[in-house]
């Protein structure tokens, strides 16, 4: 908002020959892709609101900038940016390991593995996920906003049926949950394939109108039909299991 309130009232309507030092600074930071382009298309010498292009993900690194401020302030926002994006990458890819480490390779590959074998596996898998992330990154196959609401909805997909109905519901069980997670999964993947451009699909092909982002809307209920449907067909869970969920319900 004070980015646009500075461009509307200042720079807007301002003389191409005394345009602020700031525009100059960011046009050469990328001369191949410029973040920041200002051009008289009519030639009538005065700055309009079309002549304007900014690349959105440097406007808040210019904000400072364009609200006067040194340009010291500009590094601590990146800094901020920085530590923010480091911050939660981080988590995620501690998270993402020790799953991978304690649940997939203790549990189903090597039961056996002592505790510095299942840390050494799991600083492996770390530096695996984190090249696997880095280079999707890379390929910028979209912005951050569409890659954030795709990741949310496959999670939710996936995850949130087993937990609320595995905590809430006691005839849910194993198959049931496995059954919940791939069905929830594959339908948020189908419809992101179906109808996401960059993924071959058509936007016309979707379904209310739904974004791909939002798949997690379709996901999220056939998870719970599945989990709901395959425990109903299979055993109930174990005396074990139920007390499990008690406990968690109300730990002792």
């Not at 900014?54 to 900038?65: H, K, M, R, Y």
């Not at 905590?167 to 198959?175: E, L, M, P, Y």
């Amino acid at each position: 908002m004070l980015a646009k309130y500075d461009i509307y009232t200042s720079l807007v309507g301002s003389d191409f020959r005394s345009l602020p030092t700031w525009i100059s600074y960011w046009a050469n930071v990328d001369k191949v892709n410029p973040l920041i382009s200002v051009s008289d298309i009519n030639g009538d010498g005065l700055v309009q609101l079309a002549e304007i292009a900014i690349d959105g993900d440097v406007l808040v690194l210019a904000t400072p900038e364009i609200g006067g401020l040194p340009y010291v302030i500009s590094g601590l926002v990146a800094a901020g940016g920085l530590a923010a994006a480091l911050s939660t990458a981080d988590g995620l890819l501690l998270a993402i390991s020790n799953a991978l480490s304690h649940d997939v390779y203790y549990k189903l590959v090597d039961p056996g593995a002592s505790t510095q074998k299942r840390v050494t596996i799991s600083k492996l898998l770390l530096l695996a996920v984190a090249f696997i992330a880095a280079y999707a990154a890379s390929q910028k196959p979209a912005d951050i906003l569409s890659l954030v609401g795709a990741a949310f909805s496959l999670a939710a997909s996936t995850l949130f049926p087993v937990l609320v109905l595995g905590v809430f519901w006691k005839r849910a069980n194993g198959s049931g949950a496995i059954a919940g997670m791939l069905v929830g999964f594959l339908t948020c993947l189908y419809y992101m394939f179906r109808t996401n451009p960059a993924l071959g699909g058509r936007m016309d092909a979707a379904w209310f109108d739904i974004a791909p982002m939002s798949a997690g809307i379709f996901g999220v209920p056939a998870g719970i039909a599945a989990v709901v449907l395959i425990s109903l067909l299979t055993a109930p869970p174990s005396r074990a299991s139920n007390g499990l969920v008690d406990y968690i319900r109300a730990p002792e």
